[in-house]
């Protein structure tokens, strides 16, 4: 299993497209913590750490997920996929393996991005005169809450791509189904507290507990269910199905 976790870690790694989406988180979390800065001082609103390690949060989970299932639906359309069945067989354990990897990958990713706005938000505070609050607990959680998350819509996202096989109806699935259908199920169902139930309402119950949404621990819950649900679907049709 060692074996199998390091040789789906190297295919990331040797790929140009997850090495730009870091470089691209880190400029993207910098960007966004700037531009909330700005605003703060113009509405002459407070920015507390807690906003500093949840704001870029859902950019950097959009990433983390192009590349998830875009690694994942390739193999199989680039036929890649036969190479690793041949070095290994039992088809599984390579689905854990890149489950695992994944995971990895969309919790760096989110770190990444979030360290970064963290440390731009606090230049940002400083050079504008506006108070810093201390790095609490509470924003640490935040952080980890974030990252978990990250690393549960990879997940899902390999889960995806493994499912479909193919990049490009993986990658519209994903754009659909953020941009469009849970904006628009809450309209069609007219039923507005459907949203809280749907994968992007569970993951912003787990890091953000707004009024309207699950409590945290349900939201996680819960994502976690679609997570497994998914990654368990693309097993299901990797080991009955020919390569």
Do not use: C
């Amino acid at each position: 299993m060692k074996d199998l976790i390091s040789a789906e870690a190297l295919k990331l790694r040797t790929l140009l497209l997850p090495r730009l989406v870091l470089v691209l988180a880190a400029l993207g979390g910098g960007f966004i913590l700037f531009a909330a800065v700005q605003i703060a001082q113009d509405d002459n609103a407070t920015v507390t750490t807690s906003d500093l390690a949840t704001a870029p949060a859902q950019p950097l989970w959009f990433l983390a997920v192009i590349v998830a299932v875009l690694a994942a639906a390739g193999e199989f359309q680039h036929r890649t996929i036969y190479t690793t069945l041949l070095q290994a067989p039992r088809r599984r354990k390579i689905v854990a393996a890149k489950a695992i990897v994944a995971a990895g990958y969309g919790a760096t990713v989110t770190l990444v991005g979030t360290a970064t706005a963290v440390i731009v938000g606090v230049l940002s505070l400083r050079a504008e005169h506006m108070p810093v609050g201390s790095f609490d607990a509470n924003m640490w959680l935040r952080l980890a809450e974030s990252a978990t998350i990250g690393a549960m819509w990879a997940v899902l996202a390999a889960g995806l791509g493994m499912l479909v096989r193919n990049s490009t109806v993986a990658l519209v699935t994903v754009l659909l189904w953020k941009f469009v259908l849970e904006g628009v199920l809450p309209s069609v169902t007219r039923n507005g507290e459907i949203s809280q139930w749907l994968p992007g309402g569970a993951a912003d119950a787990l890091l953000f507990g707004r009024t309207g949404l699950l409590e945290p621990w349900a939201g996680g819950l819960l994502f976690a269910g679609y997570a497994a649900v998914v990654v368990l679907a693309g097993a299901m049709v990797f080991t009955l199905r020919d390569a």
